[in-house]
C-alpha cells in the first residue's frame, strides 16, 4: 500500500474540503482532527443546503451517533449526491449494534449508495454482517475475538464491494481479499470521547488523495501512534491535548518508528 508520508503529503498539498455530517457530541474533535491533517473541514448538516456543500467537498463523512430525523434527512441527500458527482464517501455506523432504528438507517443508506469505506468498532461492524447480535451502548463487545470480525468485515467487504475499517485493540482493514492488522494505540484513547469519531474523520481526510484500503490504515496509524505519544498520568484533559498537539506536529519519522502494522 502507499507509504504514510505520501498520504500525508499529499492532504498537505491538496488542502481537501472534507464535509461531515457528524455527531455534536464530537464535532469539535473531528474538525480538529481534519485540520490537523492539513485538510479543511466543514460540517453543514442543514437538509437545505447539504447537497451544494457536498458537490463542492473532496471527501464526505457520515456518522450515525446522536442521529436526529433532520441528520438523517442531510445524510440521504449527501449520500445521493456524493454518489452524483463520484466523491468517496466514509459511513462511520456509530450504535448499529444497539439501536434497530440505526441498523435500519445503515441498511438505507447502503441501498441508496456504497461508501469507500464502512468503519465501526468490532459490534458494530458485526452487527451489520449478523442480523440477530445485539450489544449494549456505542463500545465496542470485548468478547468478540479477533477472528470473528474479521470474517465479518470481510464478509460485508466482498457483499457491498467496498473497504470494512473494523476498530478495536487491534483495527482489521479489508477490501475482502487483502486485510491490514494495525495494532497501534493506547487505553488512554478510550477514556475521552469521540477518539472514534476522529478516526472516521481522519480516514475522510485521507480518502480523498488515495484508495478505501490505503486510507483506512493511515487513519488508524496516525491516531493510533499520535495516541501512543499522546500518553500521560495527568488525566483525560491533558490526553486530548496531546493527541490533538501530536496530530497537528507529529513527523512521519515519529509515526513509522512506532507503527504497528501486518499486512495478510
Not at 461531515?20 to 480538529?32: D, G, K
Not at 468485515?153 to 487483502?178: C, E, Q
Request: hydrophobic content about 45%; overall charge negative.
Amino acid at each position: 500500500m502507499r507509504k504514510l508520508n505520501e498520504i500525508r503529503n499529499a492532504v498537505r498539498e491538496k488542502r481537501p474540503l472534507i464535509h461531515c455530517i457528524t455527531n455534536p457530541i464530537s464535532i469539535n474533535q473531528c474538525a480538529n482532527a481534519i485540520l490537523a491533517a492539513g485538510a479543511r473541514p466543514i460540517m453543514a448538516e442543514h437538509p437545505a443546503e447539504v447537497k451544494e456543500i457536498t458537490e463542492t467537498a473532496d471527501a464526505l463523512m457520515l456518522n450515525l451517533g446522536s442521529i436526529t430525523d433532520a441528520r438523517m434527512q442531510s445524510m440521504e441527500i449527501s449520500l445521493r449526491a456524493a454518489k452524483e458527482k463520484g466523491i468517496p464517501v466514509v459511513l462511520d455506523a456509530v450504535g448499529t449494534a444497539c439501536s434497530t432504528l440505526r441498523r435500519k438507517f445503515a441498511a438505507r443508506l447502503l441501498e441508496i449508495a456504497t461508501p469507500t469505506v464502512l468503519k465501526g468498532n468490532y459490534s458494530e461492524i458485526y452487527a451489520l454482517h449478523q442480523a440477530a447480535y445485539r450489544s449494549a451502548g456505542v463500545d465496542a463487545d470485548t468478547a468478540l475475538t479477533e477472528d470473528d470480525v474479521r470474517e465479518a468485515a470481510g464478509g460485508l467487504a466482498r457483499k457491498y464491494h467496498m473497504t470494512v475499517l473494523a476498530s478495536a485493540k487491534t483495527d482489521i482493514v479489508t477490501d475482502g481479499a487483502r486485510y491490514a492488522l494495525i495494532r497501534n494505540g493506547t487505553p488512554q484513547l478510550t477514556t475521552v470521547t469521540g477518539t472514534g469519531c476522529m478516526l472516521g474523520a481522519l480516514c475522510g481526510a485521507y480518502l480523498s488523495v488515495c484508495t478505501g484500503m490505503e486510507a483506512s490504515a493511515a487513519a488508524c496509524v496516525v491516531l493510533g501512534t499520535c495516541g501512543q505519544m499522546a500518553e500521560t498520568p495527568k488525566g483525560s484533559w491533558t490526553f486530548m491535548v496531546n493527541l490533538l498537539d501530536a496530530l497537528s506536529t507529529a513527523a512521519d519519522t515519529q509515526l513509522e518508528d512506532l507503527m504497528d502494522v501486518e499486512e495478510i
